[in-house]
């Protein structure tokens, strides 16, 4: 049995309570733990036992969430200082850089499913940006700015940690260039298209990197078609379909700045703007306005913002996945197409296919399952951390 010095501030769990951190699962509750032993600071190491003292991890102590501690390492022999997450760091960039085109847009670090909870960063380009969403990465802010760009040479590291999550931790909203300087844009290609990100005032990092396969799969199922692009932001989806030849693309989104960049971002890229429609509306109201006007798509994309941003606003976000999805498959045409997201952690890919499948239940539409969508080969889910599934998505064809 391996024991940690009394010395160091630790957890000691409740009895039973032990199961999750030994099959690795990295957040300890606070209602799991038995008694607090020193007193840690938030973003403190802590070692996280069991009653009976055997070593189960290293942990970033939180006194405010009721994750109250996320562990960085089950591996007693480890110490944590900025050798360690150095080696985290350089570890998840190599993973992807095996893996993928070292293309100019990409995540490089997606928290707790690469080791390093609290922690995400994509890069555009020149410029990375990191996003700080727990105590325990927040405990080592210094570090993360000169390390990225190190480890990337990039030559702006700009902080967007202004994400709802902090206030759990008991972090205000920070954002700032943490080295060099933010260019107004930083501009990534993607699938032979370019674009404008905004990473000062875009939403999360600036763009939404995961969606990358699933933009190829619109592309490729556009041509010659009607497409409603549903939250389309700064055009990711909208652009696919408008390349793949798509005959009109009908974007929808509620914020103004989004949909500029959009327009923007379709004419540095030369695409016929004719095609194009850009509408400032909600797609609550505007799905039914094109029910009443009879409307019809042969492709469609739904991929609102998060609903369900924790456990409890799930019955809310139910309602709501399922009432876009029944519009948008009334607007359905025979044979058409719709590609169907939840970015909601705390909906499973299991319920949201039982929303769905309600939904198209309600709309007596017979649609067949291509395919199960999920998030890019950057956004890796960790075995041990099935939360890390956020983006779920369904390919379905209407009969
Ligand atoms: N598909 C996009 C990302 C979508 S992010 C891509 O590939 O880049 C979700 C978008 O939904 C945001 O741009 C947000 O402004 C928009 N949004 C949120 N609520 C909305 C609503 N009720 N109606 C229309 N757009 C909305």
Redesign the pocket.
Known sequence: MITVQAASPRLVLKAGRDKSLRHRHPWIFSGAIERVEGSPASGDTVAVVAPDGAFLAWAAYCAESQIRARAWSFDAADTIDEGFLEKKLADSIARRERLMDKGDAMRLVHGESDGLPGLVSDRYGDTVVVQILSAGAERWRGFWGPALAGLTGARCVYERSDAEVRSLEGLPHRVGAMVGEAPKHARIVEDGLAYDVDVVGG?KTG??LD?RDN?VLAAALAKDAEVL?????????SLSALRGGAKRVVS????EE?LSLARHNASINGLDASRAEWVP????AQLRKYRDQGRKFDLI?L???KFAPTEKHVPNAARAYKDINLWALKLLAPGGHLLTFSCSGAISPDLFQKIVAGAAADARSDVQIRRHLGAALDHPVSIHFPEGEYLKGLWLQAG
């Not at 692009?229 to 989806?237: D, E, V």
């Not at 929808?252 to 914020?255: A, G, I, Y």
């Not at 509306?281 to 609550?284: E, G, I, K």
């Open positions: 939403q763009f939404y969606q933009r692009n549903a939250f389309c932001y700064t055009g990711g989806f929808l989104d509620t914020s989004a509306a909600d797609v609550f994309v991929d609102p913002p």
